[in-house]
């Protein structure tokens, strides 16, 4: 399977960009796909996933309520809809998948990922 991240791009603070995650080579539903991101010098982190097995969607603490994950299975892909954007969101954003279903706990986890996209910019300041 490859993974497509699109839809990065400059914004003031307050602001939206939705990236996408065109999924290719299998199907979007039979996999747990995530997003990460990753800041200048700072290790990558989890943003928000959707697990296989039951299409939960979790959020990282600091995105919630601001960021909406979603999965269009006609067009095999994820998106990530960002509203109110903050400086401290910069950073490349990656998509990520498994044909796992990892427990709750482990989603935000990379080790729990065998593919992954090659990662989009964001960049929020003023």
């Known amino acids: 399977v490859q993974l497509q991240a699109s839809g990065g791009g400059s914004v003031h603070p307050g602001g939206s960009l939705r990236l996408s995650c065109a999924v290719s080579?299998?199907?979007?539903?039979?996999?747990?796909v995530a997003w990460f991101r990753q800041a200048p010098g700072q290790e990558r982190e989890f943003v928000a996933v959707i697990r296989r097995a039951d299409s939960r969607i979790k959020y990282e603490d600091s995105v919630k309520g601001r960021f909406t994950f979603s999965r269009d299975n006609a067009e095999n892909t994820v998106y990530l809809q960002m509203n109110s954007l903050k400086p401290e969101d910069t950073a490349v954003y990656f998509c990520?998948?498994?044909?796992?279903?990892?427990?709750?706990?482990?989603?935000?986890?990379?080790?729990?990922?065998?593919?992954w996209g090659q990662g989009t910019q964001v960049t929020v300041s003023s």
């Open positions: 080579g299998d199907t979007v539903r039979t996999y747990t």
């Open positions: 990520a998948a498994s044909q796992r279903s990892p427990v709750w706990s482990s989603l935000g986890s990379t080790l729990m990922y065998d593919y």
